[in-house]
């Protein structure tokens, strides 16, 4: 188990990280932390601050990535003091794991990025918890080897999260074996929530997806066991610069985790 999240969750939750998908601003990042920090704080859910301080991923050359480095992270920190929460954010390169592990408190690894063993060691020896996402074409029991180079530089605080498998060209399945299988490992797993819905590979070049069965596949992954949740929230997804199409609704938040912690609690 991590270290990090055995001392972090200790309310017998299920975890929560949330946010917007990439920084747009400080004004949205505080709005978001805002709610989701007062919804937490009722529903008694631990929870992690979660934004991109860039965007490597993308399909376009014209679609946003960012605000500017410097100024996304030094964001991201305040909000994590502001609202004594442990913020998460992507890497890309093994040359942005020092950079941004001085301003945030856990290191997260794309899914197409999981097998970049360099970036995987410069992650872990960081000393920052490290959330790693499985791929999107990796079976669960391949993670095992994610894991390994992240402890070979003596970093335990390990993550893994399921975030759904290629189906053809433009659809993602959940297979829910894949929870309990990567628990197996002894460390704690997440359910994506939101880019399980993507619709990737648009001829427009702009990921769609399907945010109206959030619900429904949130309830499945807390029913079959998972440690946390990991959801992308935004007040107007609509008017989102990165992956709106697939994000919760901030407003639909708290309704959506008091079903889940309901469910839990019944568990």
Known sequence: MSDFIKNFNKNNSFFLIAGPCV????????EVAETLSSICSDLEIP??????????NRSKINSFTGIGDKKALEILARIGEKYNVPVITDIHESSEASLAAAYVDILQIPAFLCRQTD??????RTGKPVNIKKAQFLAPEQMAFAIEKITSTGNTDIMLTERGSIFGYRDLI??????????????????????SLQKPNSSSGITGGL???IQTMCKAAIAVGTDGLFLETHPKPSEAL?????????DQMKPLLSKLKLIHSVL
């Open 242 to 250: 990165s992956d709106g199409a697939n994000m919760i609704s901030l």
């Open 23 to 30: 920084v747009e601003s400080e004004e949205l990042c505080i």
């Open 47 to 56: 929870w992690i601050f979660k934004a991109s301080y860039r965007k490597a």
């Open 119 to 124: 970036l995987l060691l410069a992650a872990g």
């Open 174 to 195: 959940v297979d829910f074996r894949s929870i309990p299988e990567m628990k197996k490992t002894g460390y704690p797993v997440i359910f994506d929530g939101t880019h």
């Open 211 to 213: 945010p109206e069965h």
